[in-house]
C-alpha cells in the first residue's frame, strides 16, 4: 500500500543538517561521524577525544527535544517485544564492528567521500537487510 500523504520536506532537511553537520566534524575535527565509532571510542577515555564526543552524543539525544518545540514528531509503533529489540540491537552494534562502521559512518561520510569500502558496506546493509525481512514476514511467519 503506498502512502500518499508522505511529505518529503522534514526529511529532505533532516538530511540536509546530517550532511553539514558531518561536514563540519570532517572540516573542524578531521572525524568521521560514523556514530558506532564516536560512541565506541568514547569508552577508551583518550582525554582529547572525550569532550567532542560527549558533546556529539549529546546533540543526538537533545536534538529531538529541540524539533518538538517546533514540529511534531512522528508516532512511531513497534511491534517486536522488549527481548527481540535487545537482540536486534546487539546484532546491529556487532555488525557495526564487523564492518567498521555503521550506516550513518558508511553510508553520509564514506559515500561522500567516494570510499568504495563504504559502498560495498552500505551494498551488504541493503542487501542483508531485505534478506532478512523476506525470510521473516515470508518464510518464518508463513
Do not use: K
Not at 2 to 10: H, K, R
Not at 27 to 56: P, T
Amino acid at each position: 500500500m503506498v502512502n500518499l500523504d508522505f511529505i518529503p520536506w522534514p526529511a529532505l532537511i533532516g538530511g540536509m543538517i546530517i550532511g553539514f553537520s558531518a561536514s563540519l566534524l570532517l572540516l573542524f575535527n578531521g572525524r568521521i561521524a560514523g556514530v558506532s565509532g564516536i560512541v565506541g571510542e568514547l569508552f577508551r577515555w583518550q582525554v582529547s577525544e572525550v569532550n567532542w564526543r560527549i558533546i556529539f552524543i549529546v546533540g543526538l539525544i537533545v536534538s529531538p527535544v529541540v524539533w518538538q518545540q517546533f514540529f511534531a514528531l512522528p508516532v512511531i509503533h513497534i511491534e517486536a517485544s522488549g527481548v527481540m529489540l535487545a537482540i536486534a540491537g546487539l546484532l546491529v552494534g556487532f555488525g557495526a564492528r564487523l564492518g567498521s562502521g555503521c550506516t550513518s559512518g558508511h553510508g553520509v561520510c564514506g559515500l561522500s567521500r567516494l570510499s568504495l569500502r563504504s559502498l560495498v558496506a552500505i551494498m551488504v546493509f541493503v542487501i542483508t537487510g531485505a534478506i532478512t525481512v523476506y525470510l521473516i514476514r515470508h518464510v518464518l511467519t508463513a
